[in-house]
């Protein structure tokens, strides 16, 4: 089979009405993301960043996978499918994608601000004052600005195996994750999905300007 790798971004599940990371201001519900999505903001101001990540948590248990989500599913039936997402929900998950990579962490686990490696499944608010048996307070198992991305080299294996690179509701302004499109092989088919392509500055792409329903719609057409 051959395998086609999907990289996902904020398009991939706004049609599910998650709402983006940040608009176009850079500011979340007022905030300024650094105080919301760094180590130091977190330090300044516990109660802050929690609650911001309680709020996300609560609005998944509201949205649904979209037809993009299902049709990614779909194509698992004649391919291998590999999804790396720069996204924090489960959508994929929850519409059967089954190898999925988070590349910035996930939203419904937490773990040990001392241990890095001691995670686990969180679907509930976190406050001030949980912590793990070593006694450090829990945070979101999120990857903040200024953080190393752990599945950064995995992605990159991923990419470099991949027969078709499909783009789908990402700028591919991001880094690290907008380098992962460098590391596949130079005869690798790229397609590429977002209603606004930013990003078409590579001799395989083929541009596919609509929304990620729409557009994958008009990819399982091509790919049959």
């Not at 760094?38 to 509201?62: A, I």
């Not at 789908?168 to 209603?195: F, R």
Request: hydrophobic fraction near 40%.
């Amino acid at each position: 089979m051959k395998h086609i790798v999907v990289l996902t971004g904020a398009g991939m599940s706004a049609e599910s009405g998650v709402k983006t990371f940040r608009d176009h201001d850079g500011l979340w519900e007022g905030h300024d993301v650094m105080k919301v999505a760094s180590p130091e903001g977190f330090r300044q101001n516990p109660e802050l960043v929690l609650d911001f990540y309680n709020q996300r948590r609560r609005q998944l248990k509201e949205v649904q996978p979209n037809d993009a989500h299902k049709a990614i599913v779909a194509l698992e039936e004649q391919y291998k499918v590999t999804v790396v997402t720069q996204n924090v929900d489960d959508l994929h998950e929850r519409a059967g994608s089954t190898d999925v990579v988070h590349l910035h962490g996930e939203l419904r686990k937490i773990r040990s601000s001392g241990n890095p490696n001691d995670i686990r499944v969180w679907t509930e608010d976190l406050r001030v004052g949980d912590t793990c048996k070593k006694g450090y307070q829990l945070r979101p198992h999120i990857v903040w600005f200024g953080e190393d991305v752990p599945m950064m080299d995995t992605a990159i294996k991923i990419c470099y195996a991949a027969d078709i690179l499909l783009i789908i509701g990402t700028s591919m302004q991001v880094y690290p994750a907008a380098s992962l499109i460098n590391y596949v092989q130079p005869d690798t088919a790229i397609y590429y999905i977002d209603p606004k392509p930013a990003f078409v500055g590579h001799q395989n792409i083929k541009v596919i300007a609509k929304t990620a329903t729409e557009g994958m719609k008009d990819l399982l057409e091509i790919l049959k």
